[in-house]
């Protein structure tokens, strides 16, 4: 099995940074994608970015321009910088990893997740 382990939450002013980061340990799997999600309080859980193998990135709409995803193949992780933070970015951020198997199916793995939050 592998294990997605997030780093990097805490509490920032608005206009503040933060660098979340998520490396992959256990089995050595080679993840289709990796990306950031987050969860707010009441609300469903949203992709915020991903990027592939690649390198090839996509952003939601609101943290376009302020948020920058990468990733290091070699040593399996994922970081997401995030400047200019605003209240509404706070929630739970989830670390995803996309495997597909040689049968094509692909499997989600998941972190256990990091708090950001942004006060006003």
């Known amino acids: 099995q592998v294990q997605l382990v997030e780093s990097g939450g805490g509490l920032v002013q608005a206009g503040g940074s933060l660098r979340l980061s998520c490396t992959a340990s256990?089995?050595?799997?080679?993840?289709?994608?990796m990306g950031w999600y987050r969860q707010a309080p009441g609300k469903q859980r949203e992709l915020v970015a991903t990027?592939?193998?690649?390198?090839?990135?996509d952003y939601t709409d609101s943290v376009k321009g302020r948020f920058t995803i990468s990733r290091d193949n070699a040593k399996n992780t994922v970081n997401l910088q995030m400047n200019n933070l605003k209240p509404e970015d706070t929630a739970v951020y989830y670390c995803?990893?996309?495997?597909?198997?040689?049968?094509?199916?692909?499997?989600?793995?998941w972190g256990q997740g990091t708090q950001v939050t942004v006060s006003s």
């Open positions: 256990g089995r050595q799997y080679t993840f289709d994608a």
């Open positions: 995803n990893g996309k495997w597909r198997s040689l049968l094509g199916y692909l499997y989600d793995y």
């Open positions: 990027v592939t193998g690649g390198g090839t990135t």
